[in-house]
């Protein structure tokens, strides 16, 4: 939008100039009609006094003040001590016709060309002039106050010269009079005439060199012509250095632009997202990429295709840490991104086509307005998990020990926004494909995803019309093996919930249902045929034999502290199992100088059960507390007389879990099985 308003005054301020070159050319051409002696019999006659010329007694204010005429033999020189001027009362008119407030009635008016003749024809008649215009006051409806200069016109044998003077605007206009050609050359101070038109604050706060603006053309054609803009300076607190540059071509005749040219550099760039966040880079570049067409009568553009570069950034928090709360920045690093832009269409209907390149990955899509309606679009985009993990690891510590080996992240996204009723539409699909790879020695491969999403949202209501969350993981080794993992779940106001989700692990499988992962919530974990022997194979003593089939339910809750487990219990399936504590040099080890150890290591040599069951409990920390009771009978003890036992362990199953990840033996065979 801020493109288009700028075309919009672009278009207005061009009716002034023509108007203003109009009623320069009347009088110029009322004056050329005279005959040669009528013209002798005239000049004389200029060396006068004139306190107060009126022209229009309809608009009073409209007042020429105190003109003093000089005539020495073939030069005249004109003082003026103030123009008073309002472009708001009546309506700016030619010998012929009024000219309308509108660009397209002021530049086909078929006149003008012959006006301009007749003012070549008629200046080399004219003696040299000097007009100084001490003050020269200007209002009108395309300016927020009145503009108030100083006006020097030069004519010569040569040209025509206009030399205008204020506070915040230089600009010279030259009309040479031997090859008809025009030159305008200007520079505004943008802070300077903030007053006068609107201005983004970081443009009010320029401080640096001013904006200029050259432009030519040959008044043989005099509907074209040539522009270019350059500035250079500091916007504000944005940024501390930056430069834009712009070159086209007008052709009023077609109401044209033709923007051939346009860049643009910042550096050093700080923008305040909030107070507590900063985002910086050290560069931003613009540039347009082909000849872009603008229709200023309609402010359409056939195509206007733009690349802008976003150099390494960082965005930068305050956060308060510690007993003391004392402000500290965290610092997230950004990478570098390219955008390229093809704007087509006008105000409230266009089309924005769009490529993000960043990463090493690619994201296409388009914005298309209709009126009211905005409509983003990201089709669907492959992106590589390798080549993204890799890129990002320079930014995330946290990715650093994760290694990607293969698959694929896919991206498909609709937003639809209705401004006249405040409502729209959010459609998306994300797919994940065949993730591989390695995390901290956990190990994973043929992870595949798959979230659903069609929100409506209308006047701050949020209508759910599907919300479906899917991730299966084929493989996951975290200290043990678990298979075929899968998650099904929802956003539920944008708040994860697993509604259920079941894995294979030591030959059984455990199932959770309604779990939110939005604390504080519960559920419960049901184990279903877990084998014991597995369970003993992954524990510390590995060498110990066993048999049998568990299963059980473990209340699971979850707090802001993290996961525990309260009041679970495990128990054997009948007719229950056995227990074999092998002989060998660690075990004898173990019970020498502690005869209850060596007694229940007897005893378990050969510990046949048709009973045993656990409490579990385990902490965020990861502490676990079991507590076993078996019933039973030791052959090699007690014969066939049945025997309790109880036995209680404490074990931090986190530890356990990364040590026996960083097994390389059990590693070896977790590769190679899996």
Known sequence: MGKVNLLGKLNRYLVILAS?????????????????????????????????????????????????????????????????????????????NPVENNLSSVIKNKQIGSQFNALFDFSPRLPDTTITIKSLTL????????????????????????????????????????????????????????????????????????????????????????????????????????????????DLLKNQLKLNQLAGDLQNITYKISAQQHWKTNSVRLKLVQPAIINLATMEISSLPLTLHIGNSALQTKVLRGK????????QKLPAVLLTVTAKGRPLAF????????????????????????????????????TLVSSLQSYLPILEPLQVEAGNINLQLAVLYDSSNNSGQLKSTLII?????????????????????????????????????????ENLFIGIPIQALQFDGRLNAFKPVIDHLKARLLDGRIDVDDLKLTPPSQTVINISAIS???????????EIQSSAIMDGALPLYLSDQGASIKAGVVFARPPGGYIKVPENTVIEAMGKGNPALAYTLQLLSNFQFDTLQ??????????????????????????????????????????????????EQLLEQIKERY
């Open 351 to 386: 089309s924005l086509d769009w490529r993000l390149s960043s990463l090493e990955q690619i994201l296409t899509g388009s914005i298309v307005s209709a009126g009211k309606i905005i409509k983003l679009t990201i089709p669907s985009s492959p992106l590589s998990a390798q």
């Open 139 to 250: 209002t009108s409806a395309f300016i927020k106050n009145k503009f108030i200069s100083s006006l020097l016109i030069k004519k010569t044998q040569q040209a025509l010269m206009f030399t205008l003077k204020s506070e915040g605007v230089n600009a010279k206009l030259t009309i040479k009079l031997s090859d008809k050609s025009f030159m305008l050359e200007s520079a505004f101070s943008l802070a300077k005439i903030a007053h006068l038109i609107d201005l983004p604050i970081e443009l009010k706060n320029n401080t640096a060199e001013d904006l200029s603006l050259h432009y030519a053309s040959d008044l043989n054609a005099w509907w074209k012509g040539v522009f270019s803009i350059n500035w250079q300076g500091v916007l504000g607190d944005l940024t501390e250095q930056g430069k834009m540059s712009a070159e086209g071509e007008i």
């Open 532 to 542: 014991l022997s597995e369970v003993i194979r992954y524990s510390a003593y590995p």
């Open 614 to 663: 656990g409490d579990i409990g385990y902490t965020p920390e990861g502490d676990a507390n079991l507590k076993i009771k078996i019933k039973g009978i030791s052959p090699n003890i007690s014969g066939i007389h049945p025997i309790n036992f109880n036995y209680s362990h404490q074990e931090n199953i986190l530890k356990l879990l990364k040590s026996l990840r960083f097994d």
């Open 433 to 473: 494909d065949k993730l591989a790879g390695e995390y901290n020695n956990v190990l994973f491969d043929g992870i595949t995803g798959n979230s659903e999403l069609d929100y409506r949202f209308e006047k701050g209501r949020i209508t759910i019309n599907q919300d479906q969350q899917q991730l299966k993981i």
């Open 324 to 331: 003391a709360q004392r402000i500290r920045v965290d610092t």
């Open 20 to 96: 203003c070159l109009m009623l320069l050319n009347s009088v110029t051409v009322a004056a050329a009609q005279l005959p040669d002696k009528s013209l002798l019999a005239w000049l004389p006659v200029l060396t006068s006094n004139i306190k107060l010329l009126q022209p229009n007694l309809n608009c009073p204010q409209n007042q020429i003040t105190n003109i003093q005429v000089n005539k020495k033999e073939n030069q005249v020189k004109v003082d003026i001590a103030a123009i008073n001027w309002d472009f708001n009362c009546g309506k700016v008119q030619t010998l012929e």
